[in-house]
């Protein structure tokens, strides 16, 4: 397993990189989705008869903030697992453990 947060592995193949694809693409997904969230119920708290739709609105996009992180941690974890393909390599580095025919 490589490490954490590794910026290189990202683009270290193809495979790497469509990965790196979508789950930026679900990070962008719900970061809007919380930022929605909190301006419908940032709207809410004009009306009194609408507090506490606004607040629940609040909780839901607080949640959503915190899934954010989530996201990127899974992402970083996928990466870590995924073969690198001999010429990203670098220089030195132990080659890929390779299955014994059976």
């Known amino acids: 397993m490589s ?3 590794d910026h290189s592995i990202r683009t270290a193949s193809p495979a790497h990189a469509e990965m790196v694809r979508k ?3 679900y990070r962008t997904m719900v970061e809007f989705m919380a930022a929605a969230l909190f301006v419908v119920g940032s709207i809410f708290f004009f009306y009194p008869n609408l507090v506490f739709a606004g607040t629940w609105l609040f909780l839901i996009g607080s949640i959503l903030f915190a899934v954010r992180p989530s996201i990127r941690l899974l992402l970083e974890l996928r990466l870590a697992n995924l073969p ?5 390599r670098p220089y030195g580095a132990a080659p ?3 299955e014994m025919p059976s």
């Open 23 to 25: 789950y930026e693409l």
């Open 3 to 5: 490490k954490l947060f």
């Open 96 to 98: 890929l453990k390779q």
């Open 84 to 88: 690198v393909p001999q010429e990203f």
